[in-house]
């Protein structure tokens, strides 16, 4: 079984800083592409960014400029760079992977979520 586990989340001011890491464990035969979503209060859940095996990324156009997504293959991490933090930023982060398993079965999984709070 996979699992994602992601830290990072926390209060930061606006115009701060924070990284968002997400690591894939277990049996891992290759992850397809990993992605960020949000979840703002009283809002439906959104894409912010996305990276695929072969390195691409997109954003959602709030964060462009903004956000930068990376990862690791060698710790089977991604990460999300969130600089110049708005308090619209506000919002449970998940991380997302399409992951193919020593089994070679393909799923999606998801991160538990980590609340990044934007506020002076």
């Known amino acids: 079984q996979v699992q994602l586990v992601e830290s990072g989340g926390g209060l930061v001011q606006p115009g701060g800083s924070l990284r968002l890491s997400c690591a894939a464990l277990g049996r891992i035969l290759s992850i397809n592409g990993m992605s960020w979503y949000r979840q703002p209060p009283g809002k439906e859940r959104e894409l912010v960014a996305s990276?695929?095996?072969?390195?691409?990324?997109n954003y959602a156009d709030s964060v462009k400029g903004r956000f930068t997504i990376s990862r690791d293959d060698a710790k089977n991490t991604v990460y999300l760079q969130m600089s110049s933090l708005k308090p619209e930023d506000t919002a449970v982060y998940y991380c997302?992977?399409?992951?193919?398993?020593?089994?070679?079965?393909?799923?999606?999984?998801w991160g538990e979520g980590t609340l990044v709070t934007v506020s002076s």
């Open positions: 997302n992977a399409l992951i193919t398993d020593s089994g070679r079965y393909i799923s999606n999984y």
């Open positions: 990276i695929t095996y072969g390195g691409s990324t």
